[in-house]
């Protein structure tokens, strides 16, 4: 069974702290993502990756950053924690057959203080 | 400017009648369009999808209907059983232009009713 695998399902930090989300698969995958979930606003893009040490900005960069140093790995780096990066963080990975069905990790709940 | 809308946030339906989610698009270059359906706690988990030359594809209990002129599509749940409680969130892919992201929805909230 395919599986995306995100390393921390909850953590909790505190303002100011450098946090790094994790996110394998195990699929051979070219095409990783990293979305956040919050109530009311769905889900919105941060960035992706279509190739190992390659990276677009999503719809949401802003605070965020990338790193993509194998295939099977999508790192999602927060430099500086805020609070209104409180949300639910969720990776997804993709083979391009003409249309990106995703498959997506379990999440990530990430709380700052 | 939304590329994808889900109008109605949440939806409550009786077990046993019929689920009727809608979304709405306005990019003319969408062709290819997603259901997934996400429980909490989880990541969404696709469900259907149609590609924009057809207007109708079935699975089991769910069907998803396209209107291309209207910029229109919806999932149909026949019939609804309290495990289908969960957000839907519709997507839209444009096939022609390449290796693109889904575009998202906000996701409309379905409660399925005993």
């Known amino acids: 069974d395919v599986k995306v695998t995100q390393s921390s399902r909850y953590l909790v930090k505190r303002t100011g702290e450098k946090v790094f989300l994790e996110c394998v698969q195990d699929m051979d995958h070219e095409n990783m993502f990293w979305y956040r979930q919050d109530p009311g606003l769905g889900l919105r893009l941060i960035y992706f990756?279509?190739?190992?040490?390659?990276?677009e900005k999503g719809d949401i960069p802003e605070g965020y950053s990338v790193s993509r140093e194998k295939k099977e790995r999508f790192s999602l780096i927060l430099e500086s924690a805020s609070t209104n990066q409180t949300s639910m963080y969720l990776c997804?990975?993709?083979?391009?057959?003409?249309?990106?069905?995703?498959?997506f990790g379990a999440g990530s709940r990430l709380t700052v203080l | 400017d939304q590329q994808v809308k889900q109008n109605s946030p949440s939806l409550s339906v009786q077990e046993g009648r019929i689920s009727i989610l809608n979304c709405d698009y306005t990019?003319?270059?969408?062709?290819?369009f997603l259901w997934y359906k996400k429980y909490p706690a989880e990541g969404p988990t696709f469900l259907i999808s149609?590609?924009?030359?057809?207007d109708k594809n079935e699975d089991g209990r769910f069907t998803v209907f396209l209107n291309k002129s209207a910029k229109h599509l919806s999932l149909h749940i026949v019939p609804s059983q309290p495990g289908d409680s969960a957000v839907y969130f519709c997507a839209a892919s444009a096939i022609k232009t390449g290796n693109t992201p889904l575009v998202f929805g906000k996701g409309t909230r379905l409660s399925v009713i005993a």
């Open positions: 990019n003319s270059m969408f062709d290819y």
């Open positions: 149609i590609s924009s030359i057809k």
């Open positions: 997804a990975s993709s083979i391009y057959t003409g249309a990106n069905v995703l498959t």
């Open positions: 990756s279509y190739d190992v040490k390659m990276k």
